[in-house]
């Protein structure tokens, strides 16, 4: 099981949030992918080639990833891939992926049992590869089934629940520091500051600050927050808790407030999930 | 310099005396038009104006001392910015921008604007490459209509003739800084028969002088494609992007002409081909604010084939929704109408808004929902930064949606959210009448957090801001309410629990809900009063308000009759215009009608009540008609007044103000608002009398 989700760590995934698909059908993936690619061949066609290679020909791969879901109530996740087919050889011809975009939806309860049964509730997104290839992709999903993709940024107040969450997950061998990059304001010049920690001692912090395994409230988050801000105060003497954190860096995974996240492990790839299906689910409501 | 017989015109011109300095002879001759120009001031007469300018000017006009040329540069500049430049336009302004004449300021500005509205012709491109190569403008000019011409390529209507000036184009990549722009458009004209052997020499000559350079490259690689016998050399095989992104200030100008020309014509037409490529990056993929309605593709669906086998003996193909221009053929095909791909479209489409309206279709509210719901809080202008710039768009998505309201005769639920969330942010200036007009339809319903949402936000603006806003938030409330007391006229006999949401509740937490809002605007009248010192215009649409809230009883059946507050009666009383003192008349008298109707429903007991007006209710009117009546007839103001606000005070302090007849000041005869209709009367009367004798009237 592991072993199928495996492509989908350590890679950079921008994410999206996607209202309910209108009459999506999961047994037509076949049908969809030959449109999408006809789709797609109608764009390049319309002159956009601004990048020349060997390429014309694109191939389009729709598949579902049944082990992408929470309950049994979540519509399990779907994959799109794009690859190049070397024009030079045609048969036995070495696909390249160019860029892979899957739909996902992680105890999504509160979306889909608001929802009639025309719809498919998949509300998070995530995309690697070109732009380019993101929105004709994404256009097409929102011309044939009526949803709508919106980038999903990720608020400071996130990231912080984020970088508790995952710092107290055991992880087997703790090779990557835990790191928050933070951001300064009102500056004429951008500064960006990188704070890293050994993961044991954040651990270790973090297991003080916790009361019920299992649960975190918000007044733990803040607690663990302070504590790290007030270390940092002591050393450099400077106030993180007045600047913007933006990227969030674990053993479990990395994300950046533009809404840019790196799965690192596949035995917390559902909590993630669930944590970005949530946020995605609240920009849609 | 200047032509010698313009000269004696100087002196009839009286305007040249009042402007004084250098009077420049093309002004005069403004001039001497412009009585007949200002007759049709529409911009097109403005854009041929200024077109005809630039054919005729001379060299070296400076642009800080004429004012004539920043008048018709701005005149060149708005309408390019509004509609597009049309095709006859760019002949002259490219000859201006390109031959050197005006100073580079000018020239920029010029190349800035040339938007295309339809067509670029061709004649015009060859005639400014010949330009280019006599070079009479900057080099800075020289790359800046190269990045145009990229950008604009698809616009122009013809390119045999560019084909043929490949070899110019190609001389050009001798020029370093031209290089990279030369190569884009080398890219984009080269055809199979464009390679040529010396051309790849050169090319390969280049490479070798200035080093491995992504756009010789790219155009290496593409004669590679053409005739890979030809160039022999290996070549990466991919990558990323070879061209800098040279797109520029025009291609977000042409997408807002091309979406305000789609929004003008009264049919959706499909998107404009010639520019098929993705939005400019300002302009996100995934947010357009206006959809063209197209039908769902049902090529290839297994579903569809066998819907499709089963209907073979009836003709049920649907009709596609791109053809449906006419009422008519909605009326004739409303049986096999379907909805289009995207529920978007229908909000620019009155058409599709009607059979919207007849197809009650949770699943197609909830798209629209969330379509809608999503494109405002993604593209509103104040809660997401920097994208102020994106006001007007946002302002005529706005008025989109408040037209297919006002089309449907009700709200949009997303849009009533969308207004939560976003009032406590707006800054009451952005898309304001937009915004205010929104409010007005917000549907009625039992949502609790109505007061943190909607009314102390507004109450928050409404202090803080000018009289003219507070007179729009008036009317904007005045008009909620009259759309909630047709709402529930309306829906008074269907017993359907179509409106779905609304069912839960009773008829008192109805009369709750109007209530509320009817309190607060008594709140923020009052207040909002003695903030403009009883304006006579505030105090216009505060009684406008009362005038709805006055017959709700009679007019809209709802068991409700709430009295306006002291703070409003009493200004509107002793007003110093006569027009508030007639609608507080008005007003008082539909009271009556009311008050009166209800109690004898209440003593006939015709029907069983839900509600009986408490006493409190008549108590009140009384007191104040009492205050009324004794000042205006019985000439008592100061004396029978009962209400604790009221006008009640001792003869001792009146004596003090020393006006003579206090008593009588504010009766029908002397009240300064009636003055006017006095004197008017004395003077039919008796119209030799100068004297105003207003003893006279009795």
Redesign the interface.
């Given at each position: 099981e592991p072993q199928r989700t495996a492509f989908l760590l350590r890679k950079q995934w921008t994410l999206y949030s996607v209202t309910p698909l209108y009459r999506f059908s999961p047994a037509r993936l076949r049908d969809y992918a030959s449109l999408l690619s006809a789709f797609i061949a109608a764009e390049k066609q319309k002159g956009l080639a601004v990048e020349v290679g060997v390429e014309l020909d694109i191939k389009v791969a729709v598949s579902s990833l049944p082990d992408l879901k929470g309950s049994d109530q979540d519509q399990a996740g779907i994959l799109v891939q794009l690859s190049l087919r070397s024009q030079a050889s045609k048969k036995n011809s070495e696909e390249k992926m160019v860029w892979s975009g899957w739909f996902c939806c992680v105890f999504g309860d509160d979306l889909s049992k608001n929802v009639p049964e025309d719809f498919t509730c998949l509300p998070l997104f995530l995309a690697n590869g070109a732009e380019s290839y993101t929105s004709i992709v994404g256009s097409w999903f929102q011309k044939t089934f009526d949803c709508r993709f919106r980038r999903l940024a990720i608020s400071p107040l996130s990231l912080s629940w984020m970088a508790a969450m995952w710092t107290g997950c055991k992880v087997d061998k703790t090779t990557s520091a835990m790191e928050l990059v933070f951001s300064v304001p009102s500056l004429p010049y951008p500064l960006d500051i990188s704070y890293a920690i050994h993961p044991e001692d954040a651990k270790a912090l973090w297991d003080t600050v916790q009361k019920t395994p299992g649960e975190i409230t918000q007044e733990e988050v803040d607690v663990f927050m302070d504590c790290l801000y007030s270390h940092f105060h002591r050393h450099f003497k400077i106030h993180l808790s007045a600047t913007k954190l933006v990227k969030v860096s674990t053993a479990i995974a990395s994300a950046h407030c533009d809404g840019i996240i790196k799965f690192l492990q596949s035995q917390y790839l559902t909590g993630v999930l669930m944590l970005l299906t949530e946020l995605a689910i609240s920009q849609i409501q | 310099k200047q032509p010698l017989q313009v000269h004696h015109k100087h002196q009839t011109d009286l305007s040249a005396w009042r402007k004084g300095g250098r009077i420049d002879p093309e002004k005069s001759v403004q001039n001497h038009q412009s009585p007949k120009d200002q007759k049709n001031s529409s911009k097109q007469d403005s854009l041929e104006e200024a077109l005809s300018y630039f054919e005729k000017v001379q060299d070296r006009v400076s642009l800080k001392k004429n004012s004539v040329l920043q008048k018709h540069l701005t005149a060149v500049e708005s309408v390019a910015s509004q509609r597009g430049l049309p095709p006859e336009g760019f002949d002259v302004l490219l000859n201006v921008a390109l031959s050197g004449k005006l100073a580079d300021t000018v020239n920029t500005r010029l190349l800035k604007s040339l938007i295309p509205a339809s067509v670029i012709p061709e004649d015009s491109v060859v005639s400014s490459v010949s330009w280019l190569c006599v070079s009479k403008c900057s080099g800075n000019i020289q790359l800046l209509f190269l990045k145009w011409l990229i950008t604009v390529f698809?616009f122009i209507d013809h390119k045999e003739q560019i084909h043929a000036l490949y070899g110019f184009f190609f001389s050009f990549l001798q020029d370093e800084k031209m290089c990279p722009y030369v190569c884009h458009l080398l890219y984009l004209l080269t055809r199979k028969e464009s390679v040529k052997p010396f051309r790849i020499r050169k090319l390969l000559d280049l490479q070798a002088k200035m080093g491995v350079q992504p756009h010789l490259q790219?155009l290496l690689?593409?004669y590679k494609?053409f005739c890979p016998e030809l160039v022999t050399i290996t070549l990466p095989?991919?990558?990323?992007?070879?061209?800098k992104n040279s797109e520029g200030p025009w291609k977000a100008a042409i997408n807002a002409v091309r979406q305000r020309n789609q929004e003008n014509s009264p049919v959706p037409q499909p998107l404009f081909?010639g520019t098929?490529?993705?939005?400019s990056r300002k302009r996100?993929?995934?947010?357009q604010l206006i959809i063209p309605a197209?039908s769902?593709?049902k090529?290839?669906?297994?579903?569809d084939r066998e819907k499709n086998h089963v209907d073979l003996y009836s003709t049920n193909e649907s009709f596609p929704v791109e053809q449906l221009q006419t009422f008519s053929q909605l009326l004739q095909n409303i049986h096999r109408l379907e909805f289009p791909?995207?529920?978007g479209s229908v909000l620019t489409n009155p058409l599709l808004l009607h059979y919207m309206n007849c197809i009650k279709d949770?699943?197609v509210s909830?798209?629209l929902y969330?379509?809608m719901?999503?494109?405002l809080?993604?593209e509103c202008t104040w809660c997401v930064a920097n994208s102020y710039q994106y006001e007007e768009e946002f302002k005529d998505f706005l008025e989109n949606v408040y037209k297919a309201e006002c089309f449907l005769q009700e709200g949009f639920s997303s849009c009533e959210e969308f207004l939560y969330k976003s009032l406590p942010l707006w800054d009451g200036f952005c898309c304001r009448s937009q915004v205010l007009r929104l409010v007005s339809w917000i549907p009625l319903s039992n949502f609790s957090e109505m007061k943190s949402q909607l009314y102390d936000p507004l109450a928050q603006l409404f202090f803080t801001s000018s009289l003219y806003f507070k007179c729009s938030v008036l009317e904007s409330l005045k008009e909620l309410l009259q759309n909630w007391l047709n709402w529930h006229v309306s829906h008074l006999d269907s017993e359907s629990d179509s409106e779905v949401r609304f069912l839960n509740t009773t008829l008192s937490g109805l009369v709750n809900v109007v209530a509320e809002l009817i309190h607060f605007v008594g709140w923020i009248s009052t207040v909002g009063l003695r903030l403009e010192n009883n304006s006579t215009l505030m105090l216009y649409f505060i009684l406008d308000f009362y005038e709805t809230v006055c017959d709700i009883y009679l007019k809209y059946n709802l068991p409700l009759l709430i009295m306006p507050p002291a703070g409003v009666f009493y200004p509107a009383l002793l007003s110093m215009d006569s027009v508030s003192l007639n609608q507080l008349c008005y007003i008082m008298y539909r009271y009556r009608t009311n008050l009166v109707a209800a109690k004898e429903n209440e003593l006939s007991k015709k029907k069983i009540l839900q509600y009986k007006f408490s006493s409190q209710t008549y108590q009140e009117y009384n007191q104040y008609i009492i205050a009324m009546v004794g000042c205006l007839w019985t000439s008592s103001a100061f004396q029978k007044d009962t209400h604790p606000q009221g006008l009640r005070m001792d003869d001792e302090l009146l004596k003090k103000t020393r006006v003579q007849e206090f008593k009588t000041s504010f009766n029908i005869v002397y009240h300064p608002a009636m003055m006017g209709y006095a004197v008017l009367f004395l003077q039919q009367a008796w119209p030799d009398d100068t004297t105003f004798n207003f003893s006279l009237i009795k």
């Open positions: - | 698809d790219a690689s593409l494609l095989g991919k990558m990323k992007a070879y061209f081909v098929a490529q993705p939005q996100k993929w995934n947010s197209s769902k593709t090529n290839n669906l297994e579903e791909s995207q529920m949770e699943s909830l798209r969330y379509w719901g999503q494109t809080q993604e």
